[in-house]
Structure formats: structure tokens, C-alpha cells
């Protein structure tokens, strides 16, 4: 008896060996592997190869000056306009006088100027007379004392009135001057001879016509798909031919109304054939600049999961986590999980999706 389940024991070694070899090897979580002729249902598009072609946002534009390019001068006391001495258009330098103003609060300041420093003269002429009977041993201590504290608010009082008369500006008496802060060129003019103007109004803007830049409106929803650097198409409606740039920055607040986010563009030269208003378009590179993106159909949603299917061979494709942007014109812009010139399951991806499914 022992002979015989001795003999059937080492004949049936070889057989089951033979049946371990033969069975399958079960795939790995998440890959997939199909038949041959299930590959003709299978589309996949080489990532980053530029099959899809470059994805972009397109919004309105518009020609306008760069920050502190524009300089809106206004009035800095109530008064009346006596000289208009530029026009529209004008060519200014720095310091160059553009209005005068007639201020009575102008003339009451710089007075106090001049009072103040008369009373500060002579407060400091009894301090110092003071000083030296307090030497001579007939002075009272007392009084150097009040005679040093009158000097240091006569002090204060200085200060306080040369700050008011310097807000009026250079000038004398109630002459007020608004002059040009910078070089450029007169491009509003809000003043004429003899019309009253209050503190604060805008009264002229200068601005330099060689610093310009495009402004793009983008919609609040394609925002996050720009970043600065990317390259960027203007077609303007009264400038011949496209002008090229990069985006410089991305406004940080959206507009109430209508929803939209200022991309400011800067152009490598400026054609002095420009103008601020200059009406137009512009198109921007998108995918938020990881420059990869995927047809809709490619990407799947598998709870709080996104994932897509990675080609491995002929016919052995990987489940893939990715992390993707809002859609743009039809494409998934993807933000990690793939690099570029992987193969990914475009047609089919829910076919593989179903299929590994099943060997869960």
C-alpha cells in the first residue's frame, strides 16, 4: 500500500508542475491586458506630442498704458484755473508746468509758513537770552524752562505749516503750479482758463506713449489655465498683422459684472503705430502651461478619483492617476500624474476601464 501512494505521489509531481505552468499569471491591480483583435477599438494619442495641437483662451483686448506709465493729475486745494499752458498731445518733460491754479487756501498755508517761522526767531532769541542770564546768575530757572518749551511747539508748529503749504506745490502766494511728474506726453485734458476746480479733481494726465502693453479680459473660468510667460497672439483691429508677446502677469481679482480677470500682455517692441484704446483680440496659450492636454473621452472619473489608461505594450495598458484642470475647447489640460511622449487610451479608454473592472 505504501509502495503504490509511494508511485502515485511521484507520478502525479510532473503533472501538477505541467497544470501550474499552463495556468495564467493574473495581471496586476489596474493593468489591463486584451485580445489582439480588441486593439482596433483602442485609439491612443501620444501625450505632449502635439496631436491635439496648442489649446488656447481667447478674449478681448485692449492697447493700454503699463503701471506708472499714466500719471492723473488733479487739484490739490479748491480753486481757479488762471493758465492752460499745454494741449492734448503735447510733449512734456519732467517738471515742466502744465496749469496754474488760483488757491486761497495756497496763499492762507504758505502765509503760516511765514508767521510761524517769524515766531519761531523770536522764541529762539529768548531762549538764548534766557540761557545767558541763567550764566550770569540773574536769570530764573523757571522762566528757561517755559522759554524751552515754547520753542519746541513754536517747532511743531513750523513743521505743521510747511507740510500744509508743501501740498499746494511750488508757487507763491495763492499761485498753485501742477507740473508734469515724469516725462511724456499730454494725453486728457480736463482744465480751461477760469473754471473752478475742487481738491481732488482730475485736471490733466500724462503719459508715456513708448510704455504700453495689451490687456485681455480673460473669463473667470479660464483663468486658471494661463501662467505668465506664456505666449500669446493679439490681432488689433486698427494695426496691421498679428502682434506677438508673453503674458506678463495675471490679475488677482475678478470684475463683479462681467465675470472676467485682467492678462496683461507685453510686447518684446512696442510699434509706435499704437495707441491706449486700440481695440482687438488676443489668444493665449493654455493648459496652464503644463503643456499637456487630453480629448474629454480619454479621461475618466472613478469616484474621487481621475484616472486614465497608460499603453504599456501592443496590448497591455496601466490604470494611471491624474490630477487635471478645467476643460479647454474640448481637451483636459493635465496638471501631474503624466509625462510627455507616454501613449494614453483615448477611444476605448471606457472599454479597458469596464474590462479591468472585471478582474478586480
Not at 510699434?271 to 502651461?289: D, K, V, W
Request: glycine share 12%; hydrophobic share 45%.
Amino acid at each position: 500500500m505504501g509502495l503504490a501512494l509511494a508511485a502515485l505521489t511521484s507520478c502525479s509531481k510532473p503533472a501538477v508542475a505541467a497544470i501550474r505552468r499552463d495556468t495564467p499569471v493574473p495581471p496586476a491591480p489596474g493593468v489591463v491586458r486584451i485580445a489582439r483583435s480588441s486593439r482596433d477599438f483602442i485609439r491612443v494619442e501620444t501625450v505632449g506630442g502635439g496631436e491635439g495641437g496648442a489649446e488656447t483662451v481667447t478674449a478681448p483686448a485692449r492697447v493700454d498704458f503699463r503701471d506708472g506709465a499714466l500719471s492723473k493729475l488733479g487739484a490739490p486745494l479748491n480753486g481757479r484755473v488762471t493758465a492752460v499752458l499745454v494741449r492734448t498731445g503735447d510733449r512734456v518733460r519732467k517738471g515742466q508746468t502744465l496749469v496754474t491754479l488760483d488757491c486761497p487756501d495756497a496763499a492762507a498755508a504758505r502765509t503760516s509758513v511765514t508767521a510761524a517761522r517769524a515766531s519761531l526767531r523770536e522764541a529762539r532769541a529768548d531762549l538764548e537770552r534766557q540761557h545767558r542770564m541763567l550764566d550770569e546768575g540773574v536769570g530764573v530757572e523757571r522762566e528757561g524752562l517755559a522759554a524751552e518749551t515754547h520753542v519746541k511747539e513754536l517747532e511743531s508748529e513750523l513743521a505743521r505749516a510747511e507740510a500744509g503749504a508743501a501740498f499746494a506745490g511750488p508757487g507763491t502766494g495763492g499761485v498753485v503750479e501742477i507740473a508734469a511728474p515724469t516725462a511724456g506726453t499730454v494725453v486728457a485734458l480736463a482744465a480751461t482758463p477760469g473754471m473752478t476746480v475742487q481738491a481732488g479733481a482730475d485736471v490733466v494726465d500724462v503719459g508715456d506713449p513708448t510704455e504700453l502693453w495689451i490687456v485681455a479680459d480673460v473669463f473667470e473660468k479660464d483663468v486658471p489655465l494661463l501662467r505668465e510667460g506664456a505666449l500669446a497672439r493679439v490681432d488689433l483691429e486698427s494695426h496691421q498683422g498679428p502682434l506677438d508677446g508673453r503674458v506678463a502677469s495675471i490679475g488677482a481679482v475678478v470684475s463683479t459684472g462681467l465675470r472676467t480677470a485682467p492678462v496683461r500682455i507685453t510686447l518684446p517692441v512696442s510699434p509706435g503705430s499704437l495707441r491706449p484704446g486700440m481695440y482687438g483680440r488676443a489668444e493665449i496659450a493654455a493648459g496652464g502651461g503644463y503643456g499637456i492636454t487630453l480629448p474629454a473621452e480619454a479621461v475618466l472619473v472613478k469616484g474621487k478619483q481621475t484616472i486614465v489608461y497608460v499603453e504599456q505594450g501592443a496590448s497591455t495598458f496601466v490604470r494611471r492617476s491624474v490630477v487635471v484642470a478645467p476643460p479647454v475647447n474640448g481637451r483636459i489640460p493635465v496638471v501631474s500624474g503624466l509625462s510627455a511622449g507616454e501613449r494614453v487610451a483615448t477611444r476605448g479608454a471606457l472599454l479597458l476601464d469596464g474590462a479591468a473592472d472585471q478582474l478586480l
